[in-house]
């Protein structure tokens, strides 16, 4: 039976996120699995959205604005109450599992009383029902979830899906019409009353392509220039870090990778001076291509590894920017 789905996107500085066009990909990938149906996505802000009408071009049918002065900046309650309201008439929402969408899948799934997979990787049908792929126990094993709940409620990992073509039900020379939507009444109970940016404007590890993470072999911070100068080389890169060297204060807890920080999903990860713990295997195991770089052998990053370079960092990493300027500069 034909369903239609939900996705609920994501703005920053009143600019769509890219992980908006996965969501809207991973809902036109389920529609379809699901025997067809339309997909509309749901846009936040305080005022137009930048990019919005472009999401037809991602793979969404309708798209729908949700305006209210209380909406430039993530607000729970008003974003939880927005989305129950229309939910219903979809098969399945689907949220971004970044911090916003961590916070409000499973907001909406209570108010309406259904199931919530969360952190998923693949999403397929069986029997009319969504189901939901995704790891659990530090990423050592995927489970398969079946979501019996209408509407069925999940979050996507970010970089595993990708934006769809447009829909072949919409002539592509038309542009998609972004339409009002009537924000019901809420109780706000938080307020956010400020933000503030970091001083240098840096790449969020959980979007980036490619993600260059250090560990406490890099000695000290100072040392993570090297990452820094290897990110640069490389082009469209943000740099991460392991627990440890943020727990130590060498780097920001927004760059944290692992359970307790960050979940990436880049196309490559290089681990550089990080031993491979668990709970940092848990946030990178599902980078498409890992590089560890460590001087010791047996480091539990190499058994995750798909290449592996046992050395010294401060010998390798500064011959391997070289070498990636070198390719670059040839074009």
């Given amino acids: 039976m034909p369903a239609d789905i939900l996705a609920v996107t994501e703005t920053r500085d009143g600019v ?3 992980v908006s066009r996965e969501v809207v990909g991973a809902a036109r990938q389920l529609s379809a699995a699901m025997g067809g149906g339309t997909v509309t996505a749901l846009v936040f802000g305080s005022a137009p959205v930048e990019g919005a009408a472009s999401l037809g071009a991602s793979g969404a049918d309708r798209v729908l604005m949700a305006t209210h002065a209380g909406f430039g900046e993530y607000n729970p309650d008003g974003f939880a109450a927005t989305v129950a309201s229309v939910a219903r008439d979809y098969a399945a929402v689907l949220f971004a599992a970044t911090a916003t969408g961590k916070d409000l899948a499973p907001r909406v799934a209570a108010r309406l009383g259904v199931g919530c997979a969360t952190d998923v990787v693949a999403l397929g049908a069986e029997g009319g029902a969504v189901v939901a792929t995704r790891p659990v ?9 079946k979501l019996t709940g209408v509407p069925a409620v999940a979050s996507v990992r970010t970089n595993t899906f990708e934006a769809s073509a447009p829909s072949t039900a919409r002539p592509p020379d038309r542009p998609t019409a972004v339409e009002a939507l009537q924000v019901p ?16 404007a840096a790449l969020d590890v959980a979007e980036a392509p490619i993600v260059v993470s250090g560990g406490r072999g890099l ?23 392991s627990r440890a060297v943020v727990d130590a204060g060498w780097r920001e807890h927004g760059a944290q990778v692992g359970q307790t920080g960050k979940t990436v999903s880049p196309g490559l990860y290089i681990a550089v001076g990080i031993s491979g713990a668990i709970q940092h295997l848990a946030g990178m195991r599902t980078a498409k291509t890992i590089v560890a770089i460590n001087r010791d052998k047996d480091a539990p990053i190499f058994k995750v590894a798909d ?3 046992v050395g010294d960092l401060f010998e390798v990493v500064p011959r391997l920017t070289e070498e990636v300027k070198k390719v670059r500069a040839q074009g």
């Fill in 185 to 200: 009444e809420f109780t706000q109970r938080v307020t956010v009353t400020g933000v503030k940016a970091p001083e240098k």
């Fill in 219 to 241: 000695k000290e911070p100072a040392n993570f220039a090297l990452l820094e100068a290897l990110a640069e080389a490389l082009g469209n890169t943000a740099v991460g870090a």
């Fill in 16 to 18: 769509l996120r890219q």
């Fill in 137 to 145: 126990y530090a990423g050592k094993v995927l489970e398969r979830v």
């Fill in 307 to 309: 290449y592996g370079i």
